[in-house]
């Protein structure tokens, strides 16, 4: 099941730089999209989504863009900070409003 | 802030014995989902609940897996006869109207 990739393992950041995430998806059914950041040893927890009638939504530091043509969607952190290292997840919500998970990005913001 | 919360943190079983996951989901959500993490793997989705009943479930979820929620506040994810690759993290989610789902902090079974 290829149906959400994240194709970058791991990132390493400058603390007050920008970081990128990204994302991509083969199921062009998919219209809804979600962030996750994962600690060690702790849940998932929701950071941002986007409905596929929007290119961008923003809160705070973090913006998501999607690119329905692409089928293509970044996760933008700035200024990032030593304490969003984490493991990035991008996720699609499929019909029975189940998540296709990618397989995540590490990433380190450097202090 | 209300969370989903998981127990136990850590299970550890013999192959072939039954084993109850449990959750607590936060008191407003309608939806409750199952998922698991098997090591460096991707996380996968088990099963959806709503209503008293599954609404979807995923390959994973054969029949030696079952959910309920016997008393209106927990929900359970039973394994009724352990593999050794059912090792993994189970994490519980639940969901409001929305499409949002919150997650807990995982058990982690690990079946010998």
């Known amino acids: 099941d290829q149906q959400v990739k994240q194709n970058s393992p791991s990132l390493s950041v400058q603390e007050g730089r920008i970081s990128i995430l990204n994302c991509d998806y083969t199921?062009?059914?998919?219209?809804?999209f979600l962030w996750y950041k994962k600690y060690p040893a702790e849940g998932p927890t929701f950071l941002i989504s986007?409905?596929?009638?929007?290119d961008k939504n923003e809160d705070g530091r973090f913006t998501v863009f999607l690119n329905k043509s692409a089928k293509h969607l970044s996760l933008h952190i700035v200024p990032s900070q030593p304490g969003d290292s984490a493991v990035y997840f991008c996720a699609a919500l499929g019909g029975a409003n189940n998540l296709f998970f990618g397989t995540g990005t590490r990433l380190t913001v450097i202090p | 802030e209300p969370e989903v919360t998981q127990t136990p943190s850590h299970q550890v079983t013999q192959m072939g014995q039954e084993v109850i996951l449990r959750c607590v989901p936060i008191?407003?959500?309608?939806?409750f989902y199952w998922y698991r993490q098997i090591l460096g793997q991707k996380v996968e989705f088990l099963v959806s609940f709503y209503n008293n009943e599954i609404s979807e479930k995923s390959e994973i979820f054969d029949d030696q897996f079952s959910v309920e929620r016997p008393d209106g506040s927990n929900f359970t994810l039973k394994i009724r006869s352990t593999k050794l690759e059912d090792s993994a993290m189970y994490f519980c989610a639940t969901a409001p109207v929305g499409p949002e789902q919150y997650f807990g902090p995982g058990t982690r079974l690990t079946v010998t």
């Open positions: 986007i409905s596929s009638i929007k």
């Open positions: 008191s407003n959500h309608l939806y």
């Open positions: 199921n062009s059914m998919f219209d809804y």
